[in-house]
């Protein structure tokens, strides 16, 4: 949550990487409707630890990074 805005330089190298933990990636840059520097994002990672320490477990798990990607991007949010 503390990058410290290393992603917004980093991405200027290299956009087509991923520059954050798949786990509190929002669905609009897993499905690459938004860019990976949006406002939304650090809203949602905010929103994923929030629900970490409130439930004390991740809301989307998986045994493969394309099945996380998938729960992301399809649940009824």
Not at 71 to 77: A, E, G, K, L, T
Request: proline share 6%; charged share 15%.
């Amino acid at each position: 949550m503390a990058d410290f805005g290393i992603s917004g330089v980093a991405d200027r190298f290299n956009p087509e990487l991923d520059w954050g933990t798949l786990k509190y990636m929002p669905p609009e840059i897993l499905s690459k409707k938004e860019t990976a520097n949006a406002f939304a994002g650090d809203v949602w990672a905010g929103g994923i630890i929030l629900f970490y320490m409130l439930e004390g477990f991740l809301p989307f798990s998986g045994n493969s990074s394309s099945q996380i990607t998938s729960r992301i991007i399809n649940s009824p949010v």
